[in-house]
C-alpha cells in the first residue's frame, strides 16, 4: 500500500481552494430571463434574453398545450419562460431538475437550477452541482490529511 504525504506547502493552498469553492456556492448567482411564444412553426425560444444577476436559483418553464386557432385549426401553442428566483425560501422552489405535470391536454414543464447561467439553452444545461460537491469533498479529505499527519 503506498502512503500518500503532502509537503507543508500543499496545506495552506488546500484550505485557500477549499474556502474559495464554499463561498462561490453560497453567492447570488447569474440567471437568463426571457418569454418567447409560439404557435406553429414561428422563430425561436428566447433570442435575446437578459442577463439578472443576484439571482438564487434560475428557472426555466415549458408550457405546451393544445388550442384551436380562428379557423378551428388544432394547432400546438407552447410559451418558454426563463426566470431569476431571487427569493431563497420561496415555497415554488425544489431541488434541481425538471419536474412534469400534465393538465387540459398539455403539459407544463419546470426546470429548476443553481449555477451561473445554467437556464440558457433550449434544454436545461446540467449543473456544475455534482462537479462542485466532488472538488469540495476531495478537497476537504486532502486536508484532513494534511492536517492529521
Not at 507543508?8 to 447570488?28: D, N, R, T, Y
Amino acid at each position: 500500500m503506498m502512503a500518500f504525504k503532502l509537503g507543508l506547502g500543499f496545506g495552506p493552498l488546500i484550505v485557500c481552494a477549499l474556502v474559495v469553492i464554499m463561498v462561490k456556492s453560497s453567492g447570488a448567482i447569474n440567471c437568463y430571463e426571457c418569454n418567447a411564444f409560439f404557435q406553429g412553426r414561428r422563430g425561436t425560444a428566447c433570442t435575446e434574453p437578459h442577463n439578472r444577476t443576484d439571482c438564487h436559483a434560475c428557472m426555466k418553464v415549458i408550457t405546451k398545450v393544445q388550442m384551436n386557432d380562428g379557423w378551428l385549426i388544432r394547432r400546438t401553442s407552447e410559451v418558454y419562460t426563463k426566470y431569476c428566483a431571487r427569493v431563497a425560501n420561496s415555497p415554488g422552489l425544489k431541488e434541481e431538475g425538471c419536474y412534469y405535470q400534465s393538465s387540459n391536454g398539455g403539459y407544463t414543464q419546470r426546470c429548476f437550477c443553481y449555477t451561473d447561467g445554467c437556464n440558457q439553452g433550449t434544454s436545461l444545461l446540467l449543473s456544475s452541482s455534482p462537479l462542485r460537491t466532488g472538488a469540495v469533498l476531495s478537497l476537504a479529505m486532502l486536508a484532513s490529511a494534511w492536517l492529521l499527519r
